[in-house]
């Protein structure tokens, strides 16, 4: 992990906590993300906090509603980029490349809602872009959902098949306390990012594709 490497935060916003989307996974992710962002404020890291502007007619998350606002856990301070986006990809449809590449940033570390939408999708579009990516796994959570067979698939479920999914293949996956001792002691950013192991080669990925819908209440970050 470089030292200059930005934290993203992905839709920490208040609409999804809406009951309509059901249980969700890891109820101190919010706190695990305010203890990255402390941590970052303090080392005067960049930052850039992410806000979905949705405009499905039942989302929660449509600007004029209270739910498009960001948590009061992890609330920009004044300085702080705020980047709207309308689709999954916090890379699509906003200038968030063209200002990490402006203050020469390639390491990128993602936090946010939801680890089965946005984050994976900006982490792994990330990853094909070229940049060094780390995900926070107890600074992220998922929501049950529906599978194509009708069944439920639980909160917890989602999550940890949609980090496993990250892992070492579009990120490297860690823990808040990992990257905090890591962030603190540069001695501790060696290990970072954990190597393939040889029977799984590095897949080649291809250009990125612009994709990913607007958001509604059935697909949310």
């Known amino acids: 992990m470089q030292t200059q490497t930005a934290l993203i935060l992905i839709d920490v916003q208040v609409g999804l906590d809406d009951a309509r989307l059901g249980a969700r996974s890891n109820p101190a992710a919010e706190a695990n993300m305010a203890r990255l962002l402390q941590a970052w404020r303090r080392l005067g890291r960049p930052i850039f906090h992410i806000q979905h502007m949705s405009t499905e007619p039942n989302s929660p998350l449509r600007p004029e509603l209270p739910g498009n606002a ?3 856990e992890v609330a920009p301070l004044p300085g ?3 980047i709207q986006k309308r689709v999954n990809c916090a890379f699509i449809g906003t200038d968030l490349q063209e200002r990490l590449d402006a203050q020469g940033i ?3 570390l993602f936090v946010g809602l939801t680890t089965e939408h946005c984050v994976s999708t900006s982490a792994r579009i990330a990853g094909d872009l070229g940049y060094e990516v780390f995900v926070a796994a107890d600074a992220t959570a998922s929501h049950e959902c529906l599978s194509y067979d009708g ?3 639980p909160a917890e479920t989602v999550q940890a098949v949609a980090l496993a999914n990250l892992h070492r293949e579009f990120a490297t996956v860690r823990s808040t306390a990992d990257i905090l001792k890591s962030v603190s002691n540069p001695a501790n950013m060696a290990s970072y990012p954990t190597p ?3 029977d799984k080669p590095a897949c ?3 250009s990125p594709a612009s994709s990913g ?3 509604g ?3 949310q970050t």
């Open 70 to 72: 960001i948590k009061t």
């Open 80 to 82: 702080e980029p705020i």
């Open 106 to 108: 390639q390491s990128l």
């Open 151 to 153: 069944s439920r698939i």
């Open 196 to 198: 393939l192991p040889a």
């Open 204 to 206: 080649v990925k291809p």
């Open 213 to 215: 819908g607007p958001r």
């Open 217 to 219: 209440v059935a697909s």
